[in-house]
């Protein structure tokens, strides 16, 4: 499969937005000696063994325990540490859970979550490894930012913002390399604000982490080879979510399409679903994910291609909407 | 305060907890009774904290892992200044901050506690944070014995040896009983001393009712330096009250009117011969 060849010669290919993650956390740590990363036997996924070599001081490993990864950071933030919990997505967020709701949100310690290698990154690694449950949980817990950057860029301003906020936030990250979606003069980046990465008005994908970017493939393909306008969310947001945006779709009532790269239960797309849908929008509406079923093998590619989330898959879904 | 008040102290601790209790209708009466002495050393003897500056980065830290006998906590730092007892005649009631588990709403309380195993994580954190400030302040927790399996307990035993943190300090409030009945027999956890000693902790042991063992143990540390402190105080659920002791139906046992007033005048009994 060549899914991942970058197809469109206007986009500038990036870096793994985890890569990102850990240069920026490392330029931030040089400026800023509070800044703190603990992890879990994790900074070899986490791109952080550059950080751990320049900030040894800065930087807690707690061996292979989440529960008191999250615990412990928990209390240096507490202690005043502009503290990084950094651990694949699937650990991160279900073994140490209770540590998230309890020590971190409820307890209002500011952690910064990073969940690595997120969603379905670790691909024929299967289940365990998979994190499709990850926004799920994490919008049933009251006091936390739930953040999935699609591009580079998001990713390093989601990371500086979070650096700068005094409040518990979730990142999640994936490993396979994203091209810049900045076509449309659209550098900025607020928590809680979609960033529409193509423009269009036939209808509207809503997508969110590297789903974005097969959303953009599919609208690019729309518009050179069927005329059709399909204007792209990147919903980086997931909670708060952009409700601004969403009563522009809402008045404007075309079909919306969501992707993520979660289970369809509780993801980015009910969360839009929800707004839309007690505010009276009549949008024909579609929620593209991973279903509820024993998730298929294969690469993250392969995954995406299965369940249609890729450019071909998202393609045939608006076409059969735009109908 | 002198020796004889410290323990007068300890008496009306008991008086008052048991008066919210019996006055919310709820409470974990056994735990707070267990554990109060504990509180009153480290709140009059031990901790250095001030009720008027409660977030001061220099102060020393006490976390309640046992959040479920918070009315022990709340009549300690009621009476040590951090709010006026009179709140906690909302104890329990609808909208109030005093709720049946450890919350920072709560003036001195340092972090939201009640689902188990929590509380010597983030006490790991904080000692962390404290060695690399290089700040000399402490670091306290409260452990139930019935929360010992909690699985995140060890993965933080391993961590504060590995950190070397002798400034946290464990306190296991080991009355040998839990909600089901005995620890024994629930879950064992027998050889406790042995345990944390191959975890890498200094270990001392000391009666939990014995006010001026708690304050030689927890004041005069480290223990070893270098090492994290674990002190095994030996404690008697439901102390202080003859019915109550060793009864594990006081777990969350409520007394009725009659068993409250008798309470009293036992504590009252004892409060004359101290």
Known sequence: MELDKIEEKDLQMGLANQQVFAETLEALAAEDSSIIAVTSDSRGSGKLVPFGQKFPSQMVEVGIAEQNLVGVAAG??????????????CFLTARALEQIKN??????????????????????????????????????????????????????MAVRL????????YMRFGKKNMPFLQEENNQNFEIGKGRTVHQGDDMTIIATGETVYPAWQAARALREDHDRQVKVISMHSIKPLDTRILDE??????????VEEHMVNGGMGEACASYLFQKGAKNPFCIMGIP??????????????????????IMAKAKSMLK | MTDKELKLKSVLLRKNLLKYIYQAKAGHTGGSLSCVDILNVLYNRVLHIDPKDSKNPDRDRYIQSKGHCVEALFVTLADRGFFPETDLATLCQYQSHYIGHPTKKVNGVEQN???????????????IAAKLDQKNHRVFTLIGDGELPEGSNWEAFLAAAHYKLDNLYAILDYNKQQITGDNHEVMNIDSVRVKMEAFGWAVVEVDGHKLSELEQALNNGPLEPGKPNFIIAHTTKGKGVSYMEGNIKWHHGVPSSEQYELALSELSAAEVLI
């Open chain 1, 76 to 89: 240096l933030a507490s202690a005043g540490k502009k503290t990084f919990a950094i651990s694949p997505a």
């Open chain 1, 103 to 156: 020590d971190v949100a409820y307890s209002d310690n500011p952690v910064k979550l990073v969940g690595i290698s997120a969603g379905v990154s670790y691909g024929a690694l299967g289940t365990t490894h998979h994190s499709l449950h990850d926004f799920a949980v994490l919008r049933a817990i009251n006091n936390i930012i739930i953040l999935a950057p699609a591009d580079n860029y998001e990713t390093e």
């Open chain 1, 162 to 169: 979070a650096a700068s906020l005094d409040q518990p936030v």
């Open chain 1, 249 to 258: 779709l809402a008045l404007a009532g075309k079909p919306i399409i969501t």
């Open chain 1, 292 to 313: 509820d079923e024993y998730t298929i093998t294969g690469s993250q590619l392969e995954i995406f291609a299965h369940y249609g989330l890729s450019k071909e898959g």
């Open chain 2, 113 to 127: 506690t009640g689902a188990l195993g929590h509380g010597l994580p983030i006490g790991v954190g904080e000692a």
